[in-house]
């Protein structure tokens, strides 16, 4: 019971334009919902959240977009570079609304071309 | 500057062989956490520590798995009798408390191969 989904594997956006990820959610109790980053071989790092009682939150470049009705997430990064390449996961807080343990989408493998 | 340091980077066992996973969390802190990357898929939380305590252990397989987190050195992830389905990657993270925000420090992982 996948309740984070992230249904597209992978995108590529050329360098400089703008890069939306998307993530669909099925537990409307979620509190929070939080964006990581990951490079190859790497541990993934903290990206971005966003409260479940925003729409909307920005940082630099990163803007995180939540329409609670549609249960749906985005992450938008403009203008994209080269080094924005990466696995990105959304996440939200477990099933039981613990903290404790965050339930990872799949993943989107974003390529940006030079 | 150490952030979470897990070790071995990549380890190789044949079926039915013990697996060992070890996590130093970063510097101050205190709450380990485990999660499991199975291929093609997104990291799934197996098991959160604090020192000499199990606190969830929710996503732990029933059998052969079990995690320690002693009052002195690392957390360890021991997987007994390992099979091939236990091939995967297996992160470590850690906070300085309860995650409240959801934002873990993770370590670069642990890829195990089993043959």
């Known amino acids: 019971d996948q309740q984070v989904k992230q249904n597209s594997p992978s995108l590529s956006v050329q360098e400089g334009r703008i890069s939306i990820l998307n993530c669909d959610y099925t537990?409307?109790?979620?509190?929070?919902f939080l964006w990581y980053k990951k490079y190859p071989a790497e541990g993934p790092t903290f990206l971005i959240s966003?409260?479940?009682?925003?729409d909307k939150n920005e940082d630099g470049r990163f803007t995180v977009f939540l329409n609670k009705s549609a249960k749906h997430l985005s992450l938008h990064i403009v203008p994209s570079q080269p080094g924005d390449s990466a696995v990105y996961f959304c996440?939200?807080?477990?099933?039981?609304?613990?903290?404790?343990?965050?339930?990872f989408g799949s993943g989107t493998q974003l390529t940006v071309l030079p | 500057n150490a952030g979470v340091m897990q070790n071995p980077r990549h380890l190789v066992r044949r079926r039915g062989q013990e697996a060992r996973l070890r996590c130093s969390p970063m510097?101050?802190?205190?709450?380990v956490y485990w999660y499991r990357q199975l291929p093609e898929e997104g990291l799934k939380f197996m098991v959160y520590?604090?020192?000499?305590?199990?606190?969830?252990e929710s996503g732990m397989p029933k059998e052969r798995f079990s995690a320690e987190f002693p009052k002195e050195g690392p957390s360890i992830l021991r997987i007994q009798q390992v099979v091939r389905g236990d091939s995967a990657a297996y992160f470590c993270?850690?906070?300085?408390?309860?995650?409240?925000?959801?934002?873990?420090?993770f370590g670069e992982g642990s890829r195990l191969t089993v043959l």
């Open positions: 996440a939200a807080p477990g099933s039981s609304g613990s903290a404790r343990q965050l339930t």
């Open positions: 510097k101050g802190h205190s709450h």
């Open positions: 520590l604090q020192k000499e305590n199990i606190i969830d």
């Open positions: 993270a850690s906070s300085a408390g309860p995650s409240n925000t959801g934002e873990l420090f």
């Open positions: 966003i409260s479940s009682i925003k």
């Open positions: 537990n409307s109790m979620f509190d929070y």
